[in-house]
């Protein structure tokens, strides 16, 4: 099968082609397994983690990629959730215990890192790991809810809010654009105030319905009672340590922090940033009930998905695109034309 192969770590500004097209072996189902033929599958800033050794694979080479959707190929023994053809989401989540908890487990294997993932024409995956995908959305526009849009969920619950209070976005890529409309169905007293580097970024934050967009280092109309960040850099930890109103929180939704400034982090003041019962949290990856609960509320509402499409093969293109920042929306690569 045509896949897009991780062979050595490397850094996209020395090597802007570190995934290599090759002939892969195709998988089979084991028990309890499904073989999804993959549709498409998104690209994720997890991706250049990955890639670039912040979160390296324990093997090499393997096979990237984890906001996979596709159809159901062939099932293994014991496999009783889905019919062959019926169409599946796969997500970070590869498997885990099972637990509440089976997102912190040394147990948890990721999807694309730890087993070969969806750049590629096949996949497996545990049937308890596959999930159904609301029919309103096209194949490309389901593939960013897989991460993008259920770690967004899951960042959101973390931030712990209540209707009306004020929430910050600090980013607005593939996941903040999400966020912002999950946030607004959910908490529709709320306020939302985008930070983001780019006019674009702005003025989409402002398209979809953002009370308020400025730059990292801006002021907000108001103090928010929570923020949440999804950049890969230090320098907006800081600024929204120092704009959120006493007892506020700030979640961090990122697998791993770039190095590029985080020399800056030297010039955190604790009466500025930390006192008045601050808090910081981190996001570490998602569970299965969060896949489970985030997309039936993403068809409801119904989410409006912004995707840019790339073949497989211009998956170096599409990463070397995400790392260079303003991002509209997410990338999504179109794999198989499913019959």
């Avoid at 998988?27 to 800033?45: F, I, M, N």
């Avoid at 393997?62 to 959707?69: A, F």
């Avoid at 953002?210 to 929570?226: K, L």
Wanted: with cysteine; hydrophobic share 40%; proline share 7%.
């Amino acid at each position: 099968m045509r896949a897009m192969v991780l062979s050595r770590l490397a850094r996209l500004d020395e090597n802007p082609a570190p995934l290599v097209p090759a002939e892969w072996p195709e998988p089979a189902a084991g028990d309890g397994e499904l073989l999804v033929k993959v549709s498409v599958c998104g690209v994720c800033h997890t991706e250049l983690d990955e890639i670039e050794g912040r979160t390296p694979p324990p093997s090499l080479p393997v096979v990237p990629g984890h906001q996979i959707v596709g159809y159901v190929a062939g099932r293994g023994e014991r496999c009783t959730r889905f019919e062959t053809g019926q169409r599946v989401g796969i997500g970070w989540i590869h498997s885990s215990t099972g637990e509440d908890d089976e997102n912190l487990s040394p147990n948890f294997r990721a999807t694309g890192r730890d087993v070969d993932g969806g750049y590629a024409e096949y996949v497996t995956v545990p049937e308890a790991y596959a999930y159904p995908i609301p029919e309103v959305f096209s194949d490309a526009e389901a593939a960013p809810l897989l991460c993008a849009g259920a770690v967004g969920y899951r960042s959101l619950k973390l931030a712990g809010i209540r209707d009306g209070d004020a929430l910050g976005l600090t980013g607005f890529g593939g996941s903040g654009h999400l966020v912002l409309q999950l946030a607004r169905h959910l908490y529709p007293a709320s306020r939302i105030f985008v930070f983001a580097r780019s006019d674009k970024e702005r003025a989409f934050a402002r398209e979809l319905g953002a009370h308020w967009a400025g730059d990292t280092s801006d002021a907000p109309p108001e103090a928010p009672h929570a923020i949440i960040d999804t950049t890969p850099a230090w320098r907006p930890v800081l600024a929204a340590l120092e704009c959120l109103r006493p007892g506020g929180r700030l979640v961090v939704n990122a697998i791993r922090k770039e190095d590029r400034d985080r020399d800056l982090m030297a010039s955190i003041r604790y009466e500025d940033h930390l006192w008045m019962e601050k808090e910081l949290k981190t996001v570490a990856n998602v569970t299965s009930s969060d896949l489970a609960e985030f997309l039936p509320i993403a068809g409801e509402i119904p989410l409006q998905v912004e995707v840019q499409e790339y073949a497989l093969e211009e998956a170096n293109e599409a990463l070397v695109a995400l790392r260079s920042g303003h991002v509209r929306g997410a990338k999504v690569l179109k794999i198989s034309s499913v019959e």
